[in-house]
Each structure stands twice: as structure tokens, then as C-alpha cells.
Nanobody, 127 residues
Framework: QVQLVESGGGLVQAGGSLRLSCAASGRAFSNYVMGWFRQAPGKEREFVAVISGAGGNTYYADSVKGRFTISRDNAKNTVYLQMNSLKLEDTAIYYC????????????????????WGQGTQVTVSS
């Protein structure tokens, strides 16, 4: 089992940048596929990005491709989401999630593909 704690959210102007972190406790962090999701008010939680256990494979939602970068430091049990060129529509609570299987694209994009979740961190982009 793994516990996840996100940090790094805040208020930023459109066009700015933020880096989110997700610290994991528990054993064998490198065994876990790590994902980022977000949920805006009144909307369903949606997939943002995912990274494989060793960090060699990544996959992004089309809405963030080219602007966001997911990475991980297995020595620090931490996964990151670097967010650049932020837009108003990026405003949401951002959650990190973990699972043990890379799976299909559909699995990686689905909340049901992840067994463990953090509590979320708020990102607000202002004009």
C-alpha cells in the first residue's frame, strides 16, 4: 500500500508556471505507475498525465501535451508535474494516483485504473 501527499498548488497568472509534487510513502515506489488527474468545479475528474515505474514511458492528455511534463525521482519517492503556459481552464484540484499496472491507454486514462489517491492540491489560474 502507498500513501500519497500532493503539494505545490497555488494561484498563478495565465501564462505562468507551477510545479506540483506528490510524495509517496510505503515500499517499492518504483513499482508504481503514477498518474495526475484534475477536477474542476462541477466537472468529472479527468486524466492529465501518467508515468511508468522506471520513468521511461509517459502519456499525456491532449489538452496539456506540450505544456505539462510529468517526471519522477524514485530515490525521493516523488512524482512531479511541471505545468507551463497555464491557462484559465487549467484551474482545478490536482490529484496524484498510483497503481501497479501500466495497462492499456484506456486504463491509464481512467480513474478506475488507479488504486491509491492523494487528497489533492488546488491550482487556480487567474487572468
Amino acid at each position: 500500500q502507498v500513501q500519497l501527499v500532493e503539494s505545490g498548488g497555488g494561484l498563478v497568472q495565465a501564462g505562468g508556471s507551477l510545479r506540483l509534487s506528490c510524495a509517496a510513502s510505503g515500499r517499492a515506489f518504483s513499482n508504481y505507475v503514477m498518474g495526475w488527474f484534475r477536477q474542476a468545479p462541477g466537472k468529472e475528474r479527468e486524466f492529465v498525465a501518467v508515468i511508468s515505474g522506471a520513468g521511461g514511458n509517459t502519456y499525456y492528455a491532449d489538452s496539456v501535451k506540450g505544456r505539462f511534463t510529468i517526471s519522477r525521482d524514485n530515490a525521493k519517492n516523488t512524482v512531479y508535474l511541471q505545468m507551463n503556459s497555464l491557462k484559465l481552464e487549467d484551474t482545478a484540484i490536482y490529484y496524484c494516483a498510483a497503481n501497479t499496472k501500466w495497462g492499456s491507454i484506456a486504463t491509464r486514462r481512467s480513474t478506475e485504473g488507479y488504486a491509491y489517491w492523494g487528497q489533492g492540491t488546488q491550482v487556480t489560474v487567474s487572468s
